[in-house]
């Protein structure tokens, strides 16, 4: 069985204008160890920073998930 291995090119997330594509690098360069920072996300920034218990497990699972109750 031939199985061939899926390189991604480095770049295939970046525009394609060379100009554009140029400042994103640098730009990802300058950021690509950081923590990932996500604005979406599925949890109050205020658990954390409290870390109170919760109730039941329910509490934790279900109610914080916006897609549960769409």
Do not use: C
């Not at 409290?50 to 509490?59: H, I, K, L, Q, R």
Request: no cysteine; proline share 10%; aromatic share 10%.
């Amino acid at each position: 069985m031939n199985v061939r291995q899926l390189t991604l090119h480095p770049d295939r997330l970046f525009p394609s204008d060379p100009v554009v594509r140029d400042i994103a690098r640098r730009l990802y360069q300058q950021i690509k160890d950081l923590p990932i920072v996500s604005p979406h996300g599925h949890t109050d920034p205020s658990w954390f920073a409290e870390n109170a218990n919760w109730d039941n497990a329910t509490s934790l699972l279900l109610l914080p998930d916006h897609y549960v109750f769409r």
